[in-house]
T-cell receptor, first 109, second 114 residues
Framework: GENVEQHPSTLSVQEGDSAVIKCTYSDSASNYFPWYKQELGKRPQLIIDIRSNVGEKKDQRIAVTLNKTAKHFSLHITETQPEDSAVYFCAALGRALTFGSGTRLQVQP | GAGVSQSPRYKVAKRGQDVALRCDPISGHVSLFWYQQALGQGPEFLTYFQNEAQLDKSGLPSDRFFAERPEGSVSTLKIQRTQQEDSAVYLC????????????FGSGTRLTVV
């Protein structure tokens, strides 16, 4: 089955800096890669996703890149704000979504 | 409904007790997924339904776990003879078709086995 590795597990940045989270996946048949943000005690919320027919997608301060050959994808957050502090999960879709282990992002004001 | 609804929000069970967790997906969503999320971990896949058919139950950790969706809408995850290692948040998600349109998660049920 699919295996998704995510790193770093924790990331601390200063407000206004950029944050990058990286994931790799194992199943070359996977073709959909969403990113979720989860605040403490709340449900995961979809923030951006990318399909295998594109290499990059951007939505305001958030962008995702995909390299299908290398089987890795990354989340980029620019101009970070304290409200970006949360746990972020990447995922890859095979039969169902397989999630990474999460990155705890702390944005220091 | 407007979102995925799960109940109860919190459940405390004594070890050995049976529990039933309910998920009410978004109306019209064909696909329904159950995940288990331990503290500090990512969601782990349990099982997947398309309408009333359970297409994948490979993630269920033991035969104490059972899920159903008899009419292709509401789903119930049942755990028999609960054990302490079952303590986790159980998340339900639904999707219009197959998941490639994105999942919408419910708020989850936090199960604590004492």
């Amino acid at each position: 089955g699919e295996n998704v590795e995510q790193h770093p597990s924790t990331l601390s940045v200063q407000e206004g800096d950029s944050a990058v989270i990286k994931c790799t996946y194992s199943d070359s048949a996977s073709n959909y890669f969403p990113w979720y943000k989860q605040e403490l005690g709340k449900r995961p919320q979809l923030i951006i996703d990318i399909r295998s027919n594109v290499g990059e997608k951007k939505d305001q301060r958030i962008a995702v890149t995909l390299n299908k050959t290398a089987k890795h994808f990354s989340l980029h957050i620019t101009e970070t704000q304290p409200e970006d502090s949360a746990v972020y999960f990447c995922a890859a879709l095979g039969r169902a979504l397989t999630f990474g282990s999460g990155t705890r992002l702390q944005v220091q004001p | 409904g407007a979102g995925v609804s799960q109940s109860p929000r919190y459940k405390v069970a004594k070890r050995g007790q049976d529990v039933a967790l309910r998920c009410d997906p978004i109306s019209g969503h064909v696909s329904l997924f159950w995940y288990q999320q331990a503290l500090g971990q990512g969601p782990e896949f349990l099982t997947y339904f398309q309408n009333e058919a359970q297409l994948d139950k490979s993630g269920l950790p033991s035969d104490r776990f059972f899920a159903e969706r008899p009419e292709g809408s509401v789903s119930t995850l049942k755990i028999q003879r609960t054990q302490q290692e079952d303590s986790a948040v159980y998340l339900c998600a639904s999707s219009l078709a197959g998941g490639a349109d994105g999942y919408t998660f419910g708020s989850g049920t936090r199960l604590t086995v004492v």
